[in-house]
């Protein structure tokens, strides 16, 4: 499922615009004198410049973030069954 979200949602275009944003974070992460930070993310943004196989893994973890509490939020519905139906997703 995560697999198809990456191909969909970090095309070409995406993927230099996030090329961008890791090139200004490390900009700012070196100022700050946060050199191994700033490293780090010019290599993510040399992976995002790269083919689709150099970001995917890149992507997958930014989106598994991302997508966490709501992954969270379906393993625990799934948990409760078919049997049990919840009205909300706040817990008194």
């Known amino acids: 499922m995560l697999e198809d979200a990456v191909e969909r949602i970090f095309d070409a275009g995406f993927a230099r615009s996030t090329a961008n944003r890791?090139?200004?974070t490390a900009?700012?992460?070196?100022r700050r004198a946060a050199l191994e930070d700033?490293?780090?993310c010019l290599a993510a943004a040399?992976?995002?410049r790269g083919s689709a196989a150099a970001f995917r893994e890149i992507a997958r973890?930014?989106?598994e973030i991302v997508l966490a509490?709501?992954?969270q939020s379906l393993a625990q519905r799934a948990e409760v069954g078919p049997d049990r139906e919840e009205t909300s997703m706040?817990?008194?």
């Open 38 to 40: 700033a490293r780090a």
């Open 46 to 48: 040399d992976a995002f």
């Open 27 to 30: 900009y700012v992460l070196w």
């Open 61 to 63: 973890a930014m989106l």
């Open 90 to 92: 706040v817990s008194p």
């Open 69 to 71: 509490p709501a992954l």
């Open 22 to 24: 890791f090139e200004e």
